[in-house]
DNA sequence: TATAAACCTGAGTAAAATAGTCAAGTATAT
DNA sequence: ATATACTTGACTATTTTACTCAGGTTTATA
């Protein structure tokens, strides 16, 4: 069970960004030298970001992203739906009544991974970007 | 985020020998019928499981594996190390100072993975194998 | 109005991880 | 003897990941 770097990335650049929320655009450049992210591996993320309204673009010369919502509503949850960061321990299709073994009935694991599921999830929508951002700050004084 | 089927069936697998525990040794073809789990790739997973003494191994006619350890005893934590399904969130090395960014301090988001790896080791501590057995012959009364 | 900064899009690809298979054994109950 | 079942190690196809690359378009500002 591991995280993908898309996932990370996404959410390590969302912080810098809040950061300096409403101040003044921020640029997937300054973020790549900040973050040590490849520029155009953040272009394709905040692409996803900008599609879910996580972020919002401004073009041309002094350009950027800036936070469409308060990082008080940006919860976790919604950054790694944002960029296909999703959480899989079962393996059938939930919906179905078949078990991931073909069989009619859900296999023995079934239910412990749904929890194991919940359990994760749960973590992700408790922890909003404000939270990050304060850590954070907190770290540094 | 996923699962790997090698932790999803190791865990799989030992709660069908479970369930049988201490009768008579369960063989893997057994197991790999009820299941429908590869022969071949469990027997790849109870090579390691023996290894890391969960279970106990009896050859020839007859033969099969038997827990070595009380369901009870055996965690889930155990059988995911016995496997390598570790789980991994942080991208650096955590004993090292420096950060996944290459930096001298830790990323932004280093502690979010650090608290988001304890809490789902934490499920992972608190479920044993009885647990999973428990559940399953409830489910079926 | 030329220019450069910055966003935007889609395709392509190398490397790593996963999920197995395959082959050739050894041990033992009957 | 023989069939059942564990043992071991190598090998491989597929999928996923983690990017890169090549082209755009928009807009502030000199
Ligand atoms: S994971 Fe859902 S049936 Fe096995
Ligand atoms: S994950 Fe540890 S420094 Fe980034």
Chains 1, 2 share one sequence.
């Not at 003044?24 to 450049?29: Q, T």
């Not at 030298?33 to 309204?53: A, H, N, P, T, V």
């Not at 408790?126 to 540094?140: F, I, P, Q, W």
Request: net charge positive; charged share 35%; hydrophobic share 35%.
């Amino acid at each position: 069970m591991k995280l993908t770097s898309k996932g990370r990335y996404a959410v390590m650049a969302l912080v810098d960004l809040a950061r300096f929320d409403n101040i003044n655009p921020v640029s997937l450049r300054d973020i790549s030298l900040r973050q040590g992210i490849s520029l155009d591996y953040l272009e394709q993320i905040f692409s996803k970001l900008r599609k879910k309204e996580i972020v919002q673009s401004i073009r041309g010369t002094q350009g950027g992203y800036i936070l469409k919502r308060k990082a008080k509503e940006i919860k976790l949850t919604n950054i790694f739906d944002a960029v296909d960061e999703k959480v899989k321990t079962v393996q059938c299709k939930k919906e179905s009544k078949k078990g991931c073994n073909g069989k009619s009935t859900k296999c023995l694991t079934h239910n412990l991974w749904d929890e194991l599921e919940n359990h994760i999830n749960n973590f992700f929508e408790e922890k909003s970007l404000e939270d990050l951002v304060k850590d954070n700050s907190e770290r540094r004084i």
